[in-house]
């Protein structure tokens, strides 16, 4: 089947701009995750999406980050007032949402910000 | 501090060699250690984990070694080939759910 999709797959934008990036999950995951990973750096947990539950947003860096989910489909994570800090791929992964449920990563979203 | 430390940052395996990743972590309630494979211009993908009531998990030609006691896990690749060279993570976790990952290494197994 179909796995996680990102779009778009690559985003240039001006310091200061919004941006949005978009993620579908597997149909079916209730579990959807944000991931920053800066160049040659190790992934870091941004926000965790499990069902209609809060969600987990302890690895947003600043108030400039924020994500949304509708339901159990299409999440959009916004970067407002971007700075060049925030260029790195953006990823997004999702999961049945179990207990050690397996993430399953989308290709991404290459953001740098001029 | 949830902290993961990886090394080497880099590593070159000639085909047929064994190829050794190890990862450090510091927070014992971590209960879920993954390691994913990715390659250039994808998402990284699960490759293989263990639990820590286990001290070795085998699958096909990747192992992963854990000792509990010093706080390390370790990937084994096998019989190396080039098509196995990537970036690998190690990753940690208290529930699987967020995940805390390693820098990552960049193997290159030489044909």
């Known amino acids: 089947g179909a796995g996680v999709s990102q779009s778009p797959s690559n985003k240039v934008t001006e310091k200061g701009k919004d941006v949005e990036l978009r993620c579908d999950p597997i149909?079916?995951?209730?579990?959807l995750y944000w991931y920053r990973q800066r160049l040659g750096q190790g992934l870091e947990f941004l926000i965790y999406?499990?069902?209609?539950?809060?969600?987990?947003k302890s690895g947003l860096p600043s108030d400039r980050f924020s994500a949304e989910r509708t339901g159990e489909s299409v999440s959009t994570l916004t970067i407002q007032r971007t700075q060049q800090e925030d260029s790195a791929v953006y990823l997004c992964?999702?999961?049945?949402?179990?207990?050690?449920?397996?993430?399953?990563f989308g290709p991404g979203t290459r953001l740098l910000v001029l | 501090q949830q902290q993961v430390k990886q090394s080497p940052q880099s590593l070159i395996v000639q085909k047929g060699g064994i190829s050794i990743i190890n990862c450090a972590y510091e927070?014992?309630?971590?209960?879920?250690f993954p390691w994913y494979q990715q390659f250039p211009g994808k998402g990284p993908a699960l490759l293989i984990a263990?639990?820590?009531?286990?001290s070795e998990k085998k699958e096909g030609r990747f192992t992963i070694s854990f000792n509990k006691s010093a706080k390390q896990f370790s990937l084994h690749i096998m019989d190396s080939q080039p098509g196995d060279s990537a970036t690998y993570f190690c990753?940690?976790?208290?529930?699987?759910?967020?995940?805390?990952f390693g820098a990552g290494t960049i193997l290159r197994v030489k044909s």
């Open positions: 927070n014992t309630a971590f209960d879920y």
């Open positions: 149909s079916g995951h209730t579990a």
């Open positions: 263990i639990r820590p009531d286990v």
């Open positions: 990753a940690a976790s208290k529930d699987g759910n967020k995940l805390v």
């Open positions: 992964a999702s999961s049945r949402g179990g207990y050690k449920e397996t993430q399953y």
């Open positions: 999406f499990q069902g209609n539950s809060a969600p987990d």
